[in-house]
């Protein structure tokens, strides 16, 4: 059993004006594709032909020897949490739980949309921002390239490509620009509520 590309939540269309469709869909159709193709080859033959993506992910965690599965492994993963991090219609203030946890742990939306924008700015290079949880308490991260939470305990939330694939298209190296337009029209508060 074959790890598969999920299809995108919605039409690649969908998030513009804000992301195109020429983004999504060569970001989906060819860099999240060859993720999953690459994983595949790697597994096959392998105690993990038949494991779960998660499984996958942890048994390569934190191993030398599986840097390469574990990259690959974990963008597929990542990859498929931004996609659902994102809705037509979305971002702004948050609603429901999420919304009285974010007051609680960082003051205010405002407080963690700062902090959220500047992981995504600061994380040098190509990687990820995060929303994620861990002993009850939510938290900022970002991570380098491939790596992902669920590697250092953390329960994800919601996530940002800040990979330049992710933005270049529509944005060129203006990164900070992708990161306001994501938190004021994409983000998916009632993916982020669901996974509290
Ligand atoms: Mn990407």
């Not at 193709?37 to 993990?48: A, E, H, P, R, S």
């Not at 205010?108 to 959220?116: H, L, M, N, T």
Request: no cysteine.
């Amino acid at each position: 059993m074959a790890i598969e590309l999920p299809v995108l939540p919605y039409e690649a269309s969908a998030l513009e004006p804000f992301i195109s469709a020429n983004t999504l869909g060569f970001h989906h159709g060819k860099h999240h594709q060859t993720y999953v193709t690459n994983t595949n080859n790697l597994i096959k033959g392998t105690d993990l032909e038949d494991a779960s993506l998660e499984k996958i992910v942890l048994s390569a965690a934190n191993n030398a020897e599986k840097a390469g599965l574990f990259n690959n492994a974990a963008q597929v993963w990542n990859h498929t949490f931004y996609w659902k991090s994102m809705k037509k219609g979305g971002g702004g203030a948050p609603t429901g739980a999420i919304a009285k946890k974010i007051n609680e742990d960082f003051g205010s939306y405002e407080a963690f949309a700062e902090a959220f924008k500047n992981a995504g700015l600061t994380q040098f290079g190509s990687g990820w921002a995060w929303l994620v949880l861990k002993d009850g308490k939510l938290q900022i991260m970002k991570t380098a390239n491939g790596d992902t939470p669920m590697a250092h305990g953390f329960i994800a939330i919601l996530t940002v490509d800040v990979w330049e694939h992710a933005y270049y298209l529509d944005y060129q190296n203006k990164r900070a620009d992708y990161l306001d337009v994501f938190l004021k029209n994409l983000v998916n508060w009632d993916f982020a509520n669901a996974n509290l």
